[in-house]
């Protein structure tokens, strides 16, 4: 059976995990995806491509960029993110909201920490989050967009469904 076949699983503990750092930017990757030392073996786990852990800087992120044929859920765990997209959605992703975004036939989007736009207040503590990709069952599926709210599941520390993916899963949650 080849490798990226045969189920594994590897414990990475944050300290151990692959990191690239910016000016603007700290992220923790649990695989390979964007690090500067690519390793051919943890790439993915399953249909899971991205897994990361971002500190973004006050008044910084990520400026207008392509993406297409991804799942992407998003959710803050401090301060908060400005998401801009092609699709016309806009929005601050705060703690306690989590966002899936469909980029399907492809989307141009933005992620910063520049919520003073929408408060008026300037940040000055970095936003912390998590963004998972997923690649999605059917490809070119027309963009989209959505935010649910779950603060109130939250300190139970069950597991919420946010994006169910698969009919055996579904809930009124995202996807």
């Known amino acids: 059976m080849n490798a990226l076949l045969t189920p594994r699983v590897d414990v990475r503990r944050a300290r ?8 603007w930017r700290d992220s923790k990757h649990s695989f390979s995806l964007g690090t500067n030392r690519p390793d051919p073996t943890t790439t993915h786990h399953g249909l899971l491509l991205v897994n990361n852990e971002d500190l973004v800087q006050p008044g910084t992120g990520f400026e207008t960029h392509p993406h297409r044929d991804m799942e992407m859920v998003t959710w803050v765990l401090e301060g908060s993110l400005v998401h801009q997209d092609s699709s016309g959605h806009s929005g601050v992703i705060y ?12 989307i141009l989007r933005s992620e910063n920490n520049d919520s003073y736009r929408a408060t008026g207040e300037q940040p000055n503590e970095p ?4 963004q998972m990709w997923v690649v999605p069952d059917e490809a070119g599926v027309t963009p ?3 935010q649910l709210e779950i603060d109130d599941e939250l300190p139970s ?3 919420v469904t946010v994006a169910p993916g698969t009919d055996r899963h579904e809930s009124p949650r995202l996807g």
């Open 95 to 106: 703690p306690g909201l989590a966002q899936r975004m469909s980029a399907g036939t492809g």
């Open 127 to 130: 936003v912390h989050f998590i």
């Open 144 to 146: 989209g967009y959505e």
């Open 157 to 159: 520390g069950a597991l």
């Open 16 to 23: 151990g995990r692959p990191a690239s750092r910016l000016s």
